[in-house]
């Protein structure tokens, strides 16, 4: 059906162009009464002028068009034809010599014009078409292009007249079989895409082109038939057939500039809305920018707070902040006793439109539930409680609520949910170690304390010993000195004064050695089991293993505790006359190992008793520091111990 409408417009556009075309040829051939020989003979083909100006024009004008849409290659196409079409309709006006003067003429003068007006047009058609790479088409025009070349060079030689004769009837030869190609490709086209409306366009540019252009070309092979030239005579009918090449031309040059103009304008609208999808996306990408960037900001308050209620109440601040002008409230609902809780903005004008929408089914944390004038995001919850994030309209009307605030709502809800069970979980942890310190047996402190006071004493009975008696000894010697004995006794006092100063140092040394520093804690033990030798009565012997891993402080110095505590256990508890210590790194692990042959000892027995607080001591060191200690004793048989830390 569409077809057949194309077809009448074709049609009686053609008429049309033959009916004007008829009227201004009759009326510029009828000559004026009263008016000079050469005026009426001007006036008899003033249209070609006309035309000659026009097609000038209009060639400027389609080239101005590819200069601003260059990827429309169809208007330099137009634009030469025009162009062409201007100086061929020049050449063929016979009457411009009485504007211009006398011209050299030719027969076929406009012969290589008019094959490149031809050539042009159709291989424009074959572009519009996409049929170039095709065998048949591609040889039609490949022809067409040799022939104009030959036509232009038998010109510029100035061939003789029945070699440029020849070359006529092969342009007229080469035109009709341009017309049936594409006559027949067009009706190919159009069977197989009827409802393009393009193809359409250009099947009807070209069929009105090949209708007003026929009687031309008809004419022509009509006098290479007959032999000589045939005229029109003053008849109506006739005048509407002569010279339509240029009405052929200038409905070719409006249909398609009309298309390529269209596709101008679709060009712009395709554009603009490009534009505007891209300010569109880069609103949306600003909006979720500054999304993430409050959202951030609640991430870094929820990440400060380190109560449940500072958290609850810095969320409430950056919703409000967001979702102004709406309220925005944390709800809590009870799913045993069916209460809410809210906190943020009065929501009590909402109460019924929660209550219906808290005893829907328990929506994933993120999700958010819609009504008139409420949104409601689900974050998650702990126990029986499920907690939500609200937003309402402020004056209880409908609510505005767009893409952008749901996303945020919906990152907020995640959000919400993650720290309120993170928060749940250590409020609970926390319970749990108060209760089990509330439960929890007094041994432990004991233990410290009993320590504390052994070291206490043991720290007495060293300066009291020792230190102490040294600096009374040397008072004494002070008392009894007079001035002319000065000289005999100082040198005893200084004696006295060095080892009241190595007595202190020692002492501080067995309280923090300065140098317990990774592997140093061996040269420690070395130095420490030195000093135990001048005064044990018992053989000790030291076996220091390779120790390749770097021991932080605080294992440094319960390796060096633990040893100072065995050996003392050994001093005083063992009866042992020979004790083994060895340290070393054996298997990624750090291990001390002490055996005796004392008394030993029954392993079943609580270390919290009385005289079990130095193992005690050990085992608590170890264990402070991730290790596993063992011990194994009878009576009569000695003590074996094995502390083991990870390294």
Not at 403 to 413: C, H, N, Q, T
Not at 461 to 484: F, G, K, P, W, Y
Not at 501 to 522: D, H, K, Y
Not at 541 to 565: C, G, I, K, M, W
Request: net charge neutral; glycine share 8%.
């Amino acid at each position: 059906m569409a077809a057949l409408k194309t077809g009448a417009k074709v049609a009686g556009t053609a008429f049309a162009l033959f009916g004007l075309n008829g009227l201004i040829n009759y009326y510029l051939m009828r000559p004026l009464g009263g008016a000079s020989e050469e005026l009426n003979r001007l006036r008899q083909h003033l249209d070609d002028a006309v035309f000659v100006l026009l097609f000038a024009f209009l060639a400027v004008v389609l080239w101005a068009m590819f200069a601003v849409l260059p990827r429309e290659r169809g208007y330099l196409y137009l634009g030469f034809i025009s162009f062409l079409t201007s100086l061929q309709l020049f050449w063929d006006w016979n009457d411009k010599k009485l504007l211009f003067g006398k011209f050299q003429g030719s027969p076929y003068g406009s012969l290589a014009i008019k094959c490149g007006i031809v050539y042009l047009a159709f291989t424009l058609v074959a572009h519009l078409l996409n049929t170039t790479s095709r065998p048949v088409t591609r040889t039609l025009l490949q022809a067409g292009g040799l022939l104009w070349a030959t036509i232009t060079a038998a010109l510029l030689l100035s061939a003789g007249t029945v070699w440029l004769a020849v070359l006529n009837r092969l342009f007229l030869g080469y035109v009709f079989a341009n017309m049936a190609l594409s006559v027949g490709q067009f009706i190919t086209l159009l069977r197989r895409e009827q409802q393009r409306a393009e193809l359409r366009s250009i099947a009807a540019g070209f069929f009105l082109f090949a209708i007003v252009l026929l009687p031309d070309p008809a004419k022509d092979l009509m006098e290479e038939i007959a032999g000589h030239r045939l005229g029109y005579r003053m008849v109506y009918w006739e005048q509407c057939l002569e010279d339509t090449f240029a009405w052929a031309l200038l409905a070719l040059l409006f249909v398609f500039g009309r298309m390529f103009f269209r596709r101008f304008v679709q060009t712009l609208k395709d554009n603009q809305a490009g534009s505007e999808q891209i300010r569109t996306q880069n609103a949306a990408l600003q909006q979720e920018v500054e999304t993430r960037q409050r959202l951030d900001q609640l991430l870094s308050k929820m990440l400060r707070a380190y109560r449940a209620a500072d958290w609850e109440k810095g969320v409430i601040e950056e919703g409000r902040q967001y979702f102004t002008p709406h309220r925005f409230v944390l709800v809590k609902f009870n799913e045993t006793t069916g209460s809410i809780g809210y906190e943020g903005d009065d929501a009590r004008l909402f109460e019924e439109e929660l209550q219906r929408l808290m005893h829907t089914e328990r929506r994933p944390a993120g999700e958010a539930t819609a009504t008139s004038s409420l949104v409601l995001g689900s974050a998650g919850g702990a126990g029986e409680t499920r907690l939500y994030v609200g937003v309402m309209s402020a004056n209880g009307g409908p609510i505005s609520f767009g893409e952008r605030d749901r996303f945020a709502l919906s990152l907020m809800s995640k959000y919400v949910s993650i720290f309120y069970e993170y928060f749940q979980l250590l409020e609970s942890r926390l319970k749990e170690m108060e209760q089990r310190e509330a439960s929890r047996t007094p041994w432990l402190s004991k233990l410290f304390l009993q320590m504390a006071e052994k070291e206490r004493k043991r720290l007495a009975s060293d300066l009291h010993d020792e230190v102490l008696q040294e600096l009374l000894h040397i008072r004494r010697m002070l008392d009894r000195t007079q001035a002319e004995q000065w000289d005999e006794y100082k040198e005893g006092i200084r004696l006295g004064l060095d080892n009241a100063e190595f007595m202190i140092r020692e002492t501080c040394r067995e309280l923090m050695p300065s140098f317990l520093s990774g592997q140093n804690v061996l040269h420690a033990v070395s130095k420490l089991v030195e000093r135990t030798r001048l005064r044990a009565d018992f053989l000790l012997e030291f076996h220091p293993l390779p120790l390749s891993a770097n021991l932080s402080d605080e294992q440094s110095t319960a390796v060096y505790r633990v040893v100072q505590e065995l050996i003392n256990n050994a001093m005083k508890h063992s009866e042992a006359r020979r004790v083994v210590l060895e340290i070393g790194q054996l298997e990624g692990d750090l291990q001390i190992r002490y055996a005796d042959d004392g008394k030993g000892m029954e392993t079943g027995t609580d270390f919290a008793s009385e005289n079990r607080f130095g193992l005690r001591g050990i085992a608590e060191r170890i264990h402070m520091v991730g290790g596993e200690v063992s011990v194994t004793s009878e009576p009569g048989q000695g003590v074996n111990i094995r502390c083991t830390l990870p390294v």
